[in-house]
């Protein structure tokens, strides 16, 4: 199914390569700088053609979630920001190269020129610093550093840049003025755009949060410094939530109605509550032992395809890494079959759900393994390596593998079952990210 999004992909790009051949991109090109400069039209295209893309990715579309699944819709939405970025930049060089081979100026020149007497360059060059400023604070040595609010308002200006963008395409992109036929085509493009966004983004949370009226339940103190958090509703089984699922979740205290975070379910849906669960962390996290019942919740989703609807084995190994525990715990609530379940954490104290864990694996008959220690000793640099994991389940080749922790530890995991001849697609990840 990825390859028919893949697909939908490529043929809107070879559409823009067409519209742009139809106006002369190769035809029109008789001397080095209306090489550049044509060049320069179709990566600004492609870059006009992906930005919405961009949005789309994440607009949770209801049918592209189902095809693609969130955590690679998410993956696709960073690769594709940085191409957007990059084709942008080549598009400025090349354009303003062209423009000043073609006066016979210097580019710096060429330069004034173009912010001074072309209609839109003013804002295409602050829609490109709003473009560059998300892609920045996505790379994950920024993202460590910035609060969860700060990281969303930033993003939040990525739509500001597309609709700069799109007010410096029609003013003076040749294929807009001179093609009619492009400029409804990309007209048409922006405005579904645009519509998709406000019904999936908007309507439908405020629609949907009116209707389950979604209220703090209680809240619960776990070991290991996490808070657990049980939400009331009507009809919550008409929310679809499944075991291994994630919803983005706000609260409706002063200062906080804003602060979005995704949180997993920690507990299989039952009609009655949701239950999530986090480790203190941040700010936002350490505050949830403090809410009241009866604070309103504002939810987006259910997201996330690792469920037990993708699996296609039926043994089965949950290996899950600190507060990564959360989706697996859920998961072992409603697996069948054979399960067995790895829990790595660094000390006993760490540990969250221990009781009802064991209590679920006498219950369900599957088994639990507590992997405990601090991998920075020399004694225990083997846990979890493929050698280890072996020893701990002798056929874990021949299992379905759910993976949720910390990225570092996923990773490694993840490498470690795949050389242990675990198939990829057997393979089903989350990389944990601890919100704040």
């Known amino acids: ?18 519209l742009w051949l139809h106006d002369g991109g190769i035809s029109g090109v008789n001397s080095a700088a209306t090489g550049l400069s044509s060049a320069g039209r179709l990566t600004g295209l492609l870059a006009a053609y992906l930005l919405p893309v961009q949005v789309l990715m994440l607009a949770r579309l209801p049918l592209l979630e189902w095809i693609a699944g969130f955590d690679r819709l998410t993956h696709w939405h960073k690769l594709n920001g940085k191409i957007v970025l990059y084709l942008i930049l080549v598009h400025v060089v090349l354009i303003t190269v062209g423009y000043a081979m073609t006066r016979k100026v210097s580019v710096l020149a060429e330069s ?5 007497q072309y209609y839109g360059i003013v804002a295409a060059l602050v829609g490109t610093l ?77 629609f949907r949060n009116g209707f389950h009226k979604l209220r703090v339940g209680r809240v619960v103190k776990e070991p290991g410094q996490a808070t657990s958090v049980y939400v009331t509703g009507r009809h919550l089984d008409w929310l679809n939530a499944k075991a291994g699922q994630f919803f983005i979740w706000r609260f409706a205290t ?8 995704p949180f997993s379910l920690s507990a299989a849906p039952n009609g009655r509550w949701l239950r999530l669960t986090a480790k203190a962390v941040g700010d936002f996290t350490t505050g949830l032992n403090r809410l ?21 084995r039926d043994k089965v190994a949950l290996i899950a890494g600190g507060i990564g525990i959360t989706p697996l715990r ?54 979890m390596s493929p ?17 949720c922790g910390p990225p570092a530890m996923v990773d490694a995991i993840e490498d470690g ?19 704040t």
């Not at 390859?3 to 043929?11: E, K, S």
């Not at 002063?254 to 975070?261: I, K, L, Q």
């Not at 050698?387 to 993976?403: F, G, K, T």
């Open 330 to 383: 859920a998961l072992a609530e409603t697996m069948t079959g054979d399960v067995v379940l790895i829990y790595r954490a660094m000390t006993d104290a760490d540990i969250v759900f221990r009781e009802e864990l064991d209590a679920l694996a006498e219950k369900r008959h599957f088994r639990v393994h507590y992997i405990v220690g601090d991998h920075r000793l020399p004694e225990n640099r083997d846990l």
């Open 417 to 435: 079952v795949r050389h242990l001849g675990v198939p990829d697609k057997c393979i089903h990840v989350e990389r944990f990210a601890f919100a």
């Open 130 to 206: 709003l473009i560059i400023l998300v892609v920045v604070s996505s790379l994950f040595i920024v993202r460590r550093r910035l609060r969860f609010e700060t990281w969303y308002a930033v993003h939040l200006v990525a739509y500001a840049g597309v609709t700069l963008t799109y007010f410096h395409e029609t003013r003076t992109g040749l294929d807009f003025i001179a093609n009619p036929l492009a400029a409804a085509y990309w007209l048409g493009f922006y405005l579904v755009t645009l519509q998709l966004v406000i019904i999936f983004r908007i309507l439908q949370p405020v």
């Open 387 to 403: 050698a280890h994991l072996r020893r701990i389940v002798p056929d874990i080749s021949a299992r379905e593998i759910y993976l």
């Open 1 to 18: 199914m990825t390859r028919l999004v893949q697909g939908l992909l490529l043929a809107g790009a070879l559409v823009i390569i067409t």
């Open 254 to 261: 002063p200062g906080r109605v804003w602060e979005a975070h």
């Open 112 to 116: 004034s020129i173009l912010l001074s």
């Open 292 to 312: 009241k019942p009866g604070t309103r919740v504002i939810v987006e989703g259910p997201f996330g395809s690792m469920t037990d609807d993708i699996r296609s």
